[in-house]
């Protein structure tokens, strides 16, 4: 088969997935045009590097795939590899946090938006040239990593690239391993309570570190164990403060029933 057949044919396959998965909106989005056809040549082609995972398997697809595949009346004239369908799949995922964090420091347009697999291909470009690669290494550290050693020492030295406070944070974690077990776990609420899903999904608003300690610490005062804080009691306190004021003359400042109405 023609390079320009396989790739037609696996945009179209493509195109198959999102009909059987995505919503209504998102399936007009995303036809079989001729922006996902370069974009499925590039992900065959990753596919094909060298540097690609070489834990994915290069053998065709088989088994339960296939037997989906059938189910969905599409018909395989040359089958994919598993490798293959790995990096076609990331087209219809969204780019890991990881992804974006490099994206937006390059200042790469459109990096939250990006998929998975062109993501990946945006990258590895980039880290072609080293001087790239050397100013990803010596970029600031993050704010997680500096609030990670304020919370376990204390402090936090000026002037240190992410990879020096990185580097830090672990011999910290290692020296001290009950502190760092509790920093993962605020490490990992405040993701949680930023995840642009979840405040989408619960009408809230990013928060800066200062608030989130604000709301932890409003827990904490309440008796509840630190180990047995989660997201969903962050966001309702969250949510509480949020649309306080919005609510206030409807729940007349009774606190008891606004947090059951968030």
């Not at 945009?11 to 995303?30: V, Y």
């Not at 100013?135 to 704010?143: E, F, G, I, L």
Request: net charge positive.
């Amino acid at each position: 088969m023609e390079t320009f057949n396989r790739e037609g044919y696996v945009a179209t396959l493509l195109a198959t997935f999102f009909t059987l998965d995505l919503a209504e909106k998102k399936r007009k989005e995303l036809q079989a045009t001729a922006e996902l056809q370069a974009q499925v040549k590039i992900a065959l082609e990753l596919a094909q590097s060298p540097s690609t995972d070489q834990k994915l398997p290069e053998r065709p697809i088989e088994g339960e795939w296939l037997e989906r595949l059938n189910k969905m009346g599409v018909d395989l004239l040359e089958a994919l590899t598993i490798k293959e369908l790995y990096h076609i799949q990331g087209l219809s995922q969204c780019a890991t946090p990881r992804q974006v964090e490099i994206l937006k420091h390059f200042k790469v347009a459109g990096a939250v938006k990006m998929n998975k697999t062109m993501a990946n291909y945006t990258i590895r470009r980039l880290f072609c040239e080293a001087e790239n690669v050397e100013a990803w290494q010596q970029r600031p550290p993050t704010s997680r990593v500096m609030q990670g050693l304020l919370y376990i020492n204390g402090r936090f030295t000026r002037g240190m690239t992410q990879h020096q406070a990185q580097l830090r944070l672990r011999k910290s974690g290692i020296e001290n391993p009950s502190k760092y077990r509790e920093w993962k776990r605020i490490e990992a609420l405040f993701i949680g309570v930023n995840d642009l899903v979840t405040r989408q999904r619960n009408a809230t608003r990013k928060i800066t570190w200062k608030r989130f300690y604000h709301y932890y610490d409003e827990l904490i005062s309440t008796g509840v164990p630190s180990d047995e804080i989660s997201v969903e009691m962050m966001l309702t306190r969250i949510a509480y403060h949020q649309r306080g004021e919005r609510h206030s003359d409807l729940f007349r400042g009774d606190e008891a029933r606004l947090l059951a109405a968030v």
